[in-house]
T-cell receptor, first 111, second 113 residues
Framework: AQRVTQPEKLLSVFKGAPVELKCNYS??????LFWYVQYSRQRLQLLLR??SRESIKGFTADLNKGETSFHLKKPFAQEEDSAMYYC?????????????FGKGTLLTVNP | DTGVSQDPRHKITKRGQNVTFRCDPI?????LYWYRQTLGQGPEFLTY????????KSRLLSDRFSAERPKGSFSTLEIQRTEQGDSAMYLC???????????FGPGTRLTVT
């Protein structure tokens, strides 16, 4: 079974402050981890993927297999980062394409 | 707009009625997914298609739910004898080949009264 846990439903920070959205997962194999974001009145969209190891909009996330975590970080939050963030997992195996999502964290960046 | 589209965007129905939703994926995307999202939850996988073949169904998809993708293009999701617990946002997504990225539609919000 695969499970994704996002312990914080709400996270509020001030502009310019660092932000970390937590994600822990449970999966017996080697998963792929993703962060999806949903801005107000927009559709869900991919933010970043652990394999690419890139920074998108200043966000980074490192897969820690020992702690089974994939936390999303940004050193200096901006107001436009306010959104709903979902951590998602895709299991290994060539035919496994479905995503398992966490419950999401609503990030609010205050001016 | 060449993104994933869903129709209708909102549907209000009475308990016991049947409803059908449509999803048009991005052109040439061979994989199509349905998810359901209830308040305070992340999207939950329902089913997915590769071309016209339905390859996986979640146990969330009871006998009252059926999905089709007859020509490997658009897909329909039908719920028979709706129940209040079916009230949710139904999301469709598509992807191409072995690409990891799923592109989501705007969703259909179902309210069962």
């Amino acid at each position: 079974a695969q499970r994704v846990t996002q312990p914080e439903k709400l996270l509020s920070v001030f502009k310019g402050a660092p932000v970390e959205l937590k994600c822990n997962y449970s999966y017996s194999g080697s998963p792929e981890l993703f962060w999806y974001v949903q801005y107000s009145r927009q559709r869900l969209q991919l933010l970043l993927r652990h394999i690419s190891r890139e920074s998108i909009k200043g966000f980074t996330a490192d897969l820690n297999k020992g702690e089974t975590s994939f936390h999303l970080k940004k050193p200096f939050a901006q107001e436009e980062d306010s959104a709903m963030y979902y951590c998602a997992l895709r299991g290994s195996g060539g035919s496994n394409y479905k995503l398992t999502f966490g419950k999401g964290t609503l990030l609010t960046v205050n001016p | 707009d060449t993104g994933v589209s869903q129709d209708p965007r909102h549907k209000i129905t009475k308990r016991g009625q049947n409803v059908t939703f449509r999803c048009d994926p991005i052109s040439e995307h061979n994989r199509l997914y349905w998810y359901r999202q209830t308040l305070g939850q992340g999207p939950e996988f329902l089913t997915y298609f590769q071309n016209e073949a339905q390859l996986e169904k979640s146990r969330l998809l009871s006998d009252r739910f059926s999905a089709e993708r007859p020509k490997g293009s658009f897909s329909t999701l039908e719920i028979q004898r709706t129940e209040q617990g079916d009230s949710a946002m139904y999301l469709c997504a598509s992807s191409f080949g072995t690409s990891y990225e799923q592109y989501f539609g705007p969703g259909t919000r179902l309210t069962v009264t």
